[in-house]
């Protein structure tokens, strides 16, 4: 019986390890987390847009409409190799300021409290015809010609 030489076995525990590897999922963490820390920190009736700014840094989006909302958001995706990524957590904290820029409320969301929209199926009918692309092509074939009573 024959053994295997030291460079075949370092060659199949390299292809090991790289395939091992290759299927670790790639885990993203995106947003703006502000901490627990950091949130009990801010107090509701006392601290300004500049104090929440201080503490929690840049909002990820501002309302622009209504009460003056601040929304801190974040999320963290995992990946297999091409597979399509998948949400573990997200989080939405929600700062809420009043006329006079005092934190109001302050409001914690997260990935159970979200909604699945459905988007609309129908189509916007369009005037015209439907050309199909050799159509497309010919149909110009001869409009861009002189006629023999044109002059320039």
């Known amino acids: 019986m024959k053994k295997t030489s030291s460079p075949h076995r370092s060659l199949l525990a390299a292809c090991l390890i790289v ?14 987390n502000p901490q627990p820390e950091q949130l009990a920190q801010i107090k509701v009736g006392t601290s300004t847009r500049e104090d929440v700014q201080a503490l929690l840094g840049t909002p990820s989006n501002i309302t622009p409409f209504g009460e003056e909302s601040w929304h801190y958001i974040s999320a963290i995706t995992e990946r297999e190799a091409f597979f399509e990524p998948e ?5 939405v904290v929600t700062v809420v300021f009043d006329r006079a820029g005092t934190v109001r409320a302050i409001d914690n969301r997260g990935l159970e409290d979200g909604k699945d929209v ?3 199926t129908r189509e ?10 050799l159509q497309q092509l010919m149909g110009n074939v001869g409009r861009f010609s002189k006629s023999p009573g044109d002059k320039k």
């Open 118 to 120: 459905v988007p609309a």
């Open 87 to 91: 949400v573990k957590e997200r989080k």
């Open 19 to 32: 395939t091992a590897t290759a299927c670790s999922p790639i885990i993203e963490v995106r947003g703006n």
């Open 124 to 133: 916007t009918p369009t005037a015209g015809k439907e050309l199909t692309i």
